[in-house]
């Protein structure tokens, strides 16, 4: 009984140590991007968005894509089949350039476009001009595709810091993030996309997606996530549509989703 209880306890222990370990290891490393995780900053200055603050049960479904032709028919043919006539996708534009036909179907369907940049990189370590360049070249090849200015951005890779908002702001975006992450591109499972997403959610939230090839099993788990995300009162609605209903103040906010990722990449959760 004895032997067993100091096992017990060695076990609790152990795993004290481990998640305090991780969690000495995100704040390092929070402490490291901290000019990367701002949602909002005083004094008016640029901005991205994870979600709005509102009571609304309203919720952005968004989609990147920046490679591959096998996924977005799929995707797109889950949000028809089930009315979401509302939901945004962020299209790099060298694939944009290489599947017009894709880009027309998602703009034939209805959906928001915005702009996932041009070469897949981080922005972050350019210098400003580059950046401007990598936008202002996504801008033009989707605008010249779509017919309309897409005016939303979200970076490659979700990498950003004050320098790139900054050139965002200037050629008039909103860089938009998304407070909720499915890991679809891990490919860990259905069950687990649906779990991470319809768990997570919450009113005014932007849910990442994806609809490039390398992500397997998204356009299985969609139709269950938007039948239980119905469950619990939820409406589509475009990112643009969700920023309309935006009561979001200009005082400094971390983006708590990001550092939970962090603990939970740390933790192996």
């Not at 481990?18 to 490291?32: E, M, R, S």
């Not at 949000?79 to 979401?84: F, S």
């Not at 897409?150 to 050629?171: C, I, M, S, T, Y």
Request: proline residues 3%; hydrophobic residues 40%; glycine residues 6%.
């Amino acid at each position: 009984m004895n032997n067993f209880f100091y096992v017990l306890n060695g076990k609790k222990i152990k795993r004290f140590f481990f998640v305090f370990a991780a969690a000495l290891f995100a704040a390092g490393v929070i402490y490291v991007e901290s000019d990367n995780i701002t949602v909002f900053s005083e004094g008016g200055s640029p901005s991205a968005v994870y979600s709005v603050s509102t009571d609304k049960k309203i919720i952005a479904l968004t989609f990147d894509i920046s490679w591959g032709e096998k996924r977005p028919e799929p995707i797109l043919k889950v949000l028809k089949d089930k009315g979401v006539q509302n939901a945004t996708f962020f299209l790099s534009s060298p694939w944009s350039k290489t599947h017009p036909e894709i880009v027309k179907a998602i703009q034939s369907q209805g959906y928001e476009i915005g702009s996932h940049g041009h070469k897949h990189v981080n922005y972050s370590s350019l210098k400003e001009e580059e950046i401007k360049e990598q936008i202002k070249t996504a801008h033009s090849i989707l605008t010249d595709l779509t017919g309309k200015e897409p005016k939303l951005l979200r970076l490659p890779n979700g990498d950003f810091d004050k320098k790139v908002l900054k050139a965002a702001d200037e050629l008039g975006y909103k860089v938009i993030q998304w407070d909720t992450d499915s890991q679809d591109w891990m490919n860990k499972g259905v069950d687990t996309i649906v779990n991470r997403v319809v768990s997570k959610s919450h009113p005014g939230d932007i849910v990442l997606l994806h609809a490039s090839d390398s992500c397997k099993q998204t356009h299985e788990a969609l139709p269950i996530i938007i039948d239980e995300l119905r469950k619990k009162g939820y409406e589509f609605v475009t990112v643009s549509e969700l920023l309309n209903q935006s009561s979001a103040k200009g005082a400094e906010v971390r983006d708590q989703a990001w550092v939970n990722q962090q603990l939970e990449t740390a933790a192996g959760f």
